[in-house]
């Protein structure tokens, strides 16, 4: 008890009061289907956020349209100071502070995994290519997988191709880490690998929004947990109170259903 | 134990090492492979006897053709006298009108260096982009080479095509120069920069010509002909074709309508019409649209109709390599915060164009062969020279099969080339393993 105690302790005071993503008043619709609906959600600097709900409800639609892979249309989204708006300047400006990491890891398959994680930053930070490759290199130590380097991502385990592509996105050294289930498309085995490096990366303070149905992650590393459904933000909470106390009744279900009670 | 043995039925030890024997004769060498592959069973059998005996009619009426030819007569009735019945080609054309056959009728003949020399060049300027391990500075002989060929083949003073890259060269510099600010300025900057040269090199060239006169005996296209003229359209369209194609491509799938529309109008248009209409266009109706001091070379207006009729196919294919992407690639790329240019060239392009490899090679050929057409708005490329002076003289009317058979072999020799490249290009560029 006193553990968690000290867990939350040092979970509230990584989070700092600065605000890394405001999201107001956020709608969108797909031609007239209406996906989100008056999204309001503030994530501060070091937070780590789970967002769970059923199929369909509109998460991976959500943290898409934080880095503008997808466009909303109404509200505002500011990333780090950033207005989101049409500008490309503006969008490009953003996705290279904020990481994203993809349920089917979508590496480029035609470049050597330390290609891959060298690319973006050569070319969208201009650093030198020594330099991005140290970098590269440092990172993929990070997630136990330097001897990779000069190898092709088809010719690497799904969990392993995860993690690349976490390094891959932390070699930009972005602000924030934007995770679209990363392990569901993994199996069971290999879901525990990727689920470690996300925790060392949570641990070091890194401000993350992660979609997943990992409850487990979700109590043990997460500040916030967001339950969506429909389009909406239904309920939101701690870790402790969300999973032992929901108040909603399709919380509950929802919540039912995928712990199995 | 050798109780329990002994007794047993059951047991089995075996105490030595059977030694390794050869398969039985009917398994092994020539004659396994014969029973495997040619008479497996009684339909297979009967179709290898009909396959031999097929062959050897081909060559039987081949061989003694090709062995027996004459390779050294003035005429086709001297091959004929010297034959005296028997059976046996008349190679003597290709050695008489050898020169013919490869840079026509009009080149003036002490010139032949000249063609040559481009052709052994155009290995030493494709070489950097077919091979991409070799070092990158020879990349200066590719973007070099299109000028220096220009020159080598139609020659005239030197300053011409000098000035002509120093166009491009220009273009480049203020395109480096405003690429920063924005794409648009930069790029109608560039456009801007290199017209302005051009003008003012308009004025220059001809006191230059006439202060520093480093010139070539002038050609004109009319006299460029024969196979050299199926090289230089083959070349010039394809490398033209293939980024006017990939712009094509990207544009048909734009966000924005009317370059979109563009595009596709474009695409559907030139493929619904014949390449030969095309060239008839070429040959005659632009004359009536361009002002008459507007003297556009009849090889330029071809030049200009092969290319955009095989853009308009290779568009097609890159568009079905790009549909084969998934869209998790675009995605990835614009997570990263890679821009439109980048993420096209670094991410999509690459990997589109691997899997067009096939489809853009089709096109290749196909083109290349297309070439000949030209014969029919009277140039004289390798099948105008054939069809045209050479079979209509006296001398050679009537040797049909040797110099099509000719024609034939260059471009058998030209397009066998392309497709096993094309196959070892997409074996080095097998990365996904699966
Ligand atoms: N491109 C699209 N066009 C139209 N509708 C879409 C599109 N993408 C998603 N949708 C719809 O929007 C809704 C939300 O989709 P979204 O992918 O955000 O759900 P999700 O919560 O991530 O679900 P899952 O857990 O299955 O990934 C779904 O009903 C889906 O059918
Ligand atoms: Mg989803």
Redesign the pocket.
């Known amino acids: 008890m006193s553990d968690t105690a000290a867990k939350v302790e040092a979970k509230a005071s990584a989070i700092s009061d600065q605000v890394a993503i405001e999201i107001q008043n956020m709608n969108k619709w797909?031609g007239t289907?209406h996906?989100l609906r008056d999204i309001d959600l503030t994530v501060y600097q070091g937070e780590r956020i789970v967002v769970c709900?059923p199929?369909?409800?509109?998460?991976?639609?959500l943290i898409r349209c934080i880095n503008a892979l997808e466009e909303h249309q109404a509200g505002s989204i500011t990333v780090d100071g950033t207005l989101l708006s049409s500008d490309l300047k503006n969008i490009d400006k953003i996705r290279s502070e904020v990481g994203m990491v993809f349920q089917h890891f979508n590496l480029f398959p035609h470049l050597t995994i330390l290609e891959n994680c060298t690319l973006a930053p050569i070319w969208v930070r201009k650093i030198p290519k020594k330099e991005a490759e140290e970098t590269a290199m440092h990172f993929l130590t990070k997630v136990k997988i330097p001897e990779q380097a000069d190898k092709y991502p088809g010719q690497l385990s799904g969990g392993q191709q995860q993690r690349v592509a976490i390094a891959r996105s932390l070699c930009m050294r972005p602000r924030i880490m934007l995770f679209d289930?990363p392990t569901s498309a993994l199996d069971p085995e290999m879901i525990k690998e990727v689920l470690d490096t996300m925790i060392e990366l949570a641990e070091e303070g890194m401000t993350m929004i992660c979609?997943t149905h990992e409850m487990g992650f979700a109590r043990q590393v997460a500040d916030r947990v967001i339950f969506m459904d429909q389009g909406q933000i239904v309920e939101q909470n701690e870790p402790e109170p969300f999973f032992n106390d929901p108040k909603s009744d399709r919380t509950k279900l929802f919540l039912s259903q995928i712990l199995g009670h | 134990m050798s109780d329990t043995n002994a007794n047993s039925t059951v047991a089995f030890v075996r105490h030595d090492t059977i030694p390794e024997r050869e398969p039985p004769l009917g398994e092994r060498g020539l004659i396994k492979w014969l029973r495997e592959n040619l008479f497996s069973s009684v339909t297979n059998g009967v179709l290898t006897v009909l396959s031999l005996w097929a062959i050897y009619l081909i060559l039987a009426a081949s061989l003694p053709w090709l062995l027996n030819g004459i390779w050294d007569a003035p005429s086709i009735r001297d091959c004929r006298t010297i034959l005296d019945g028997a059976r046996g080609g008349c190679f003597a054309v290709l050695t008489e009108r050898w020169n013919q056959l490869l840079f026509g009728f009009q080149y003036p003949s002490d010139q032949y260096w000249r063609p040559t020399l481009a052709f052994i060049l155009l290995f030493v300027a494709f070489a950097p982009v077919m091979f991409y391990k070799l070092p990158r500075k020879l990349l200066i002989m590719t973007a070099v080479y299109p000028f220096l060929g220009y020159w080598l083949i139609w020659g005239g003073s030197i300053w011409v095509p000098v000035f002509a890259a120093g166009g491009f060269v220009a273009g480049y510099m203020v395109y480096r120069q405003f690429i920063t600010r924005s794409f648009a300025i930069a790029f109608f900057g560039a456009i801007v920069g290199a017209f302005v040269f051009w003008w003012i090199a308009d004025f220059i060239t001809p006191v230059l010509a006439n202060l520093i006169p480093i010139e070539l005996e002038f050609v004109k296209s009319r006299q460029v002909g024969g196979f050299m003229l199926n090289m230089i359209l083959g070349v010039v369209c394809l490398s033209l074709a293939l980024p006017l194609g990939i712009i094509l491509a990207l544009g048909r799938q734009s966000s924005m309508p009317i370059i979109k529309w563009i595009c596709v109008v474009f695409i559907e248009f030139v493929r619904g019409v014949p390449l030969i209409t095309l060239l008839f266009v070429a040959n005659v109706v632009l004359a009536y649209f361009l002002p008459p001091e507007a003297n556009f070379d009849l090889v330029v207006r071809v030049i200009i109709m092969i290319t955009l009729f095989a853009a308009a196919y290779i568009a097609e294919v890159i568009r079905g390599g790009l549909a084969a992407l998934p869209t998790g690639q675009y995605e990835a790329a614009d997570s990263l915060g890679l821009d439109y240019p980048q993420s096209m060239r670094l991410i999509i392009l690459p990997q589109a164009l691997k899997i067009s490899i096939p489809g853009i090679v089709n096109v290749a050929v196909g083109l290349f062969k297309d070439t000949t057409l030209v014969s029919v708005i009277s140039m004289f490329d390798l099948v105008g020279m054939i069809r045209g002076p050479i079979l209509s003289s006296t001398d050679w009317n009537g040797v049909y099969w040797e110099l099509f058979g000719f024609a034939a072999l260059l471009f058998f020799i030209m397009c066998y080339g392309i497709s096993q490249y094309s196959q070892w290009l997409e074996r080095q560029l097998a990365t996904d393993h699966r």
């Open positions: 797909y289907f996906v709900g199929s369909g409800s509109g998460k991976s639609t289930e979609v």
